[in-house]
C-alpha cells in the first residue's frame, strides 16, 4: 500500500494561556478589571529578590543559638506539653545537643505539638494561642533570627507589626499623617481568625520563594502540622499558625506580604499592623471600591476570610487604630485614646481598687503602679492631656473608698480624718454618715483629709505626670516614640 503523509498543520500564532488575545498582543482579563487608585505605582518594590539557599549553618551556628537561648531565658514564658521550664533548657542542651543536632542534620527530628490556652480578647470572646515546648521555642527562635533578614529587606515600609526596628506607636502615626494629607476615609479590613485559618501550602510556596534550603522548609513545614494537644489529645492541623511561637510573627508578615505589595501596586495609602489593616482614601465611593477589591484579593488569591461584620467603611476619625483614634483641631490631624481604650482601662482600675479585695493598701498601689507604667508608656502618645487628669481624678477618688471601707468604725474614721487635718466638728459629723462609700469618697472633707500630695506620698504615680514625663523625653530626645512599643491591652 501506498503511504500517505498527514498534510503539515499551518502554524498558528502563540497566545498566552489565560484568555483571549488582543490586537496588541497583551492579555484580555477575564474577569472584572482590579480595583486601581488614582496614584502611581511604586517603582521601587521588589516584591520577591534572590533566594537564599543556604541558611542551615547560619541556623545552627554557635552564635546564632546562643543568642537564641539567651532570649527564650529573657522571655521566660509558660511551659510547653513537656513540662520544661525555661530554667531547665540550658542544662538540658548541655546534655542532649549532639544527639539533637543529628536529629536536625539527619531531618529525623520532630517538633512536639504546642499546648492549646485560651486567653479573653479586649473586644469580647476568646483568642486561641499555643505554647510550644521550651525547646521548640529555642529552635524557632533560632530559625527566626536567621530569616528574618532574609525577608525584612522585601517588606513593605507600610508594615509596622513585629519587625525590628518598628513599632505600634509609628503605624499610628503614619496613620495620622495619611488623614491630614487628605485621606479622611478608611476602609477597615479585619481578618477573620487569621492565625487560625493560613493554608499550610499557600504559606510554605511564599516562604519557598526566598528561601531554597529543603532542610528549612521541612523543619518548618513540621512545626506548621506539630499539632495542639486538647485536654491532653494530640489534635491533628491542617491549617493556621499557632499565636504565641516566636516563628509566628515572620511567618504571618511572609503571608501578608503580598497584599502589601498588591496596595502598593495599586498606589493605595495604608498601614498594616499584624493581621490589623486600615486603608486610608479620599472619598467613601474609592472606600467602597477598595474594601470590595481587597476582600476579593484576599480572599482569592490569599485564601484568608475577611469578617465582613467587623470590616466597613467609615470617616477616618470614626475608627481607631491599635487603641487610638483621631480627631481634627485647629486645622491639625492629633490622636487621642480610642473609646474602647478608655473603657478596658476603667475595667482593669475598677478590678485593682475593688473594695473586695482585702489587700494592703502599699501592695495595691504597687500594683497599680505596675500597670499604669506599661499603659501609660504605650498610650502617652495620646495627645489628651486633659483626658490623663480625669483618669487620675478618678482613680483618686475609688482609692478614697477604699480609704473609707478600711477605717470601717466611728472611732477609726474620725481619728483618722483629724490626723489628717480636718476639724473636729466635721471629723464627727461625717465619721457618723451613712452616706455610701462612693458618694463619701467624692466628699469635700476626704477630698480635703485625702489629696493629691496624700496618694503621691504613698507612692501612685499619676497617669497624668506619667504622660507628660514621656512626651517631654521624646520632644527633647527630638525622635519621637521610635523603639517598639508593644502593650497587651491595646488591639
Known sequence: MPEYSRPARRPQPTRPRGGPAGRDGTVKPSGPPAERSAGPASPATTPHPVRVDDPWEGFLSRENLARALRRVEANRGA????????????????????????????????????RRVTIPKPGGGERELGVPTVLDRFLQQALSQVLTPVFEPSFSDRSFGFRPGRSAHQAVEAARRAIEAGETWVVDVDLDR??????HDALMARVAR??????????????????????GVKVATVEGTPQGSPLSPLLANIMLDDLDHELERRGHSFVRYA?????????????????AGVTAFVERRLKLKVNRAKSGVAPATRRGLLGFGFFRTAGRVKVRLDR?????????????TSRRRSIAMPVRLALLNRFLGGWSAYFALAETPS?????????????????WKEWKRYAARRRNLRALGIPDQQARQWAASRKGYWRMAGSAPLSRAMPNRYWADLGLVAIGDRTRRLREHWRTAGCGPARPVVWEGAV
Open 340 to 352: 474602647k481604650a478608655k473603657d478596658r482601662l476603667k475595667a482593669r482600675l475598677r478590678l485593682l
Open 387 to 403: 483626658v490623663f487628669d480625669e483618669f487620675d481624678e478618678w482613680l483618686r477618688r475609688r482609692l478614697r473608698q477604699v480609704r
Open 275 to 291: 493581621d490589623d489593616l486600615r486603608v486610608y482614601v479620599a472619598s467613601e465611593r474609592a472606600a467602597t471600591r477598595v474594601i
Open 194 to 199: 487569621f492565625f487560625d485559618r493560613v493554608s
Open 210 to 231: 526566598r528561601v531554597g534550603d529543603r532542610r528549612v522548609l521541612r523543619l518548618i513545614r513540621r512545626y506548621l502540622d506539630a499539632g495542639v494537644m486538647v485536654a
Open 79 to 114: 511551659p510547653g506539653p513537656d513540662g520544661m521550664t525555661v530554667e531547665a533548657l540550658r542544662p538540658y542542651l548541655k546534655a542532649t545537643w549532639p544527639g539533637l543536632r543529628a536529629d536536625l542534620d539527619d531531618g529525623t527530628y520532630r517538633p512536639s505539638p504546642v
